[in-house]
């Protein structure tokens, strides 16, 4: 679900961004498409973190499980563990981060003013969605392909 939202609002970034082009042409350009492709841009890559460690196109690091096959599955399992702590911590640290920016009506020092919460939102999204994966991935370790070192996907 976070990877499908991500990849919607990829899908939909161009279209602020031609409006600008095509109010600017015409003198009217618009004060807010870029901080807001900016917010976006932010929000796309937190929120597809879990989904790229999920599919094996985030990298990893396979160096020992290749050197060592019988070394493969505990590296897999502490890589997993270590996922599930930093998306934690990741959560833990974004939902504070954001909850003092929503207590203290923290806004952009910009025309618009957007309130910081909103943006700040992309870091516990994309700390929850790590946490997910690293709990899937120390449930059930990955395993590494020997030979490219990028882990194997089942279809």
């Known amino acids: 679900v976070i990877g499908a939202l991500a990849a919607a609002i990829a899908l939909l ?3 602020p961004v031609l409006y600008e082009v095509v109010m600017d042409q015409i003198g009217h350009p618009p004060i807010w498409v870029f901080e807001m492709t900016g917010y976006a841009i932010l929000m796309i890559a937190f929120a597809a973190a879990g989904e790229g460690l999920g599919t ?3 990298f990893r690091v396979a160096l020992l499980g ?3 096959p ?4 505990p590296l897999g399992l502490l890589s997993g563990i270590m996922e599930t702590i930093f998306g934690l911590m990741l959560l833990i640290a974004g939902a504070q ?14 025309l618009i003013a957007v309130p910081q919460v909103w943006p700040q939102l992309a870091l516990p999204l994309g700390g929850f969605a790590i946490l997910l994966q690293g709990i899937a991935d120390t449930l059930v370790p990955q395993p590494i392909d020997r030979v490219s070192g990028h ?3 089942q279809a």
């Open 70 to 73: 019988t070394l493969a599955t």
């Open 97 to 110: 981060l954001a909850l003092g920016s929503w207590t203290e009506g923290l806004r952009s020092d910009t």
């Open 13 to 15: 970034l161009p279209l």
């Open 66 to 68: 290749q050197k060592f």
């Open 56 to 58: 094996g196109h985030h």
């Open 151 to 153: 882990v194997r996907t």
